[in-house]
């Protein structure tokens, strides 16, 4: 049966519609480049005036969370999941809420083929976010390359450097500084800050990438080291994880608003178009 134009297109907007909903038949028949294959992602929370939460990962096409990390600290990053690339949503909601309560916070993240990113919750309690970072898999041949998160409130900017090379200079609480190839070894990073400097030995493999994590310790500035990538162009299969709960999927999560908001509009707009091809017909218009 062939469908006048307009027809068509308002079932291209349902058949669209449908997709996000989590339709098998719409969304395999409506894929985009890029959105195949399998890609990582990890989740932190960095907000050191932020209490505990329960964060959870959702696919777009399905309300059941994908991922749930109960009770994460401060200073906790999980290891990499492997997932299938799409576009997802991280939620965070206050440790032990109920799994369907409204998140504290929300984003989306589509993840590519081959690529990995971290999400943190980051800020302080009063201005918290969830940032999205995407996480570089590849080196120059015989170097290392590396990054900083600054995730310390007590000194609002900080210096960092890995033995001779300067890594970051007064980089401001809850940014990133760019990767920077060094090269590879063990040597000693230096965090400079107004309440006193943190000295820590690392080993940067060459064909590696970091990314160094200063916190908010017990008795002074910490630094974590997570290994982003050991080489081959893929993330490690752990990472530096301090204190995350289990990781089993759960459900039900709590559906994106919008996605309900798009489907009733273009149920709405198929119905009308229906009516109006109706009356063209009975008019011979």
Not at 87 to 94: C, E, F, I, K, N
Not at 220 to 237: C, F, I, M, R, T
Request: charged share 10%.
């Amino acid at each position: 049966m062939k469908f006048p134009r307009r027809i068509r297109r308002l079932l291209m907007l349902l058949a669209a519609s449908a997709l996000l909903l989590g339709i098998p038949a719409a969304a395999t028949a409506f894929a985009t480049p890029g959105t195949t294959g399998t890609g990582w992602i990890r989740l932190a929370h960095l907000s050191p005036n932020t209490p505990a939460v329960d964060v959870y990962l959702y696919s777009f096409d399905n309300s059941n969370a994908k991922i749930v990390l109960d009770h994460v600290a401060y200073g906790t990053v999980s290891p990499y999941e492997s997932v299938t690339a799409g576009d997802y949503s991280v939620a965070m909601r206050v440790a032990g809420a109920s799994p369907t309560s409204q998140p504290v916070l929300s984003t989306s993240v589509t993840i590519q083929a081959g690529h990995a990113y971290t999400v943190a919750g980051m800020g302080p309690e009063s201005g918290l976010r969830l940032q999205v970072m995407d996480d570089d898999l590849t080196t120059p041949i015989g170097q290392s390359l590396v990054r900083v998160i600054q995730a310390s409130l007590k000194d609002q900017k900080v210096s960092v450097s890995f033995g001779s090379t300067v890594l970051a200079s007064s980089l401001a609480f809850a940014s990133v500084s760019p990767y920077q190839a060094v090269l590879p070894g063990t040597k000693t990073v230096t965090v400079t800050a107004g309440t006193g400097d943190a000295n820590s030995s690392v080993t940067l493999a060459a064909g590696t990438v970091h990314t160094l994590v200063v916190l908010d310790g017990a008795t002074g500035l910490e630094v974590v080291n997570l290994e982003d990538a050991s080489g081959s162009g893929k993330p490690p299969l752990g990472g530096v994880s301090t204190g995350f709960g289990g990781t089993a999927p759960r459900g039900p999560g709590s559906p994106v608003p919008w996605i309900a908001a798009i489907a009733a509009g273009s149920l709405l707009a198929l119905t009308g178009g229906l009516r109006l091809r109706r009356r063209q017909l009975n008019t011979g218009i």
